[in-house]
């Protein structure tokens, strides 16, 4: 069987549907330990489904895992998400981090017309 996951540069939040031009996210709402038993489900590579996220946005240390640059493990990320009980100080980064980033679920502004 051959797998979409043949590539070293696998996307697997987003992907294009040639045919048509429409941008979906098929994994939207979906947490990090289901995107990883569905890419393993559909038989991505074990260092893909294993890999540790980073956002290579360090300067001073390319490479840094996501947990370590926020300061919470994906397992409390997941399970704050799903509605399970997460230490106090997990809750309060997650939901700090979130408030933080309320500009980046903001449409852009338009230019104003006439």
């Known amino acids: 069987m051959t797998t979409p996951f043949a590539g070293d540069d696998v996307?697997?939040?987003?992907?294009?549907?040639?045919?048509?031009?429409?941008?979906?996210?098929?994994?939207?709402?979906?947490?990090?330990?289901q995107v990883r038993e569905l890419a393993a489900a559909l038989g991505a590579p074990e260092q893909l489904v294993?890999?540790?996220p980073t956002a290579d946005l360090e300067e001073l240390s390319p490479g840094k895992p996501d947990e370590d640059a926020h300061g919470v493990?994906?397992?409390?990320?997941d399970a704050?998400?799903?509605?399970?009980?997460?230490?106090?100080?997990?809750?309060?980064?997650?939901?700090?981090?979130?408030?933080?980033?309320?500009?980046?679920?903001?449409l852009p502004k338009e230019p104003k017309k006439g």
């Open 73 to 77: 493990s994906y397992q409390h990320i």
């Open 80 to 106: 704050f998400l799903q509605g399970r009980d997460v230490p106090d100080e997990a809750a309060r980064i997650i939901v700090d981090t979130y408030d933080k980033s309320a500009h980046k679920r903001q």
């Open 50 to 52: 294993k890999k540790v």
């Open 11 to 33: 996307d697997l939040a987003a992907f294009r549907l040639n045919a048509r031009h429409y941008a979906t996210t098929p994994l939207a709402g979906l947490v990090k330990s």
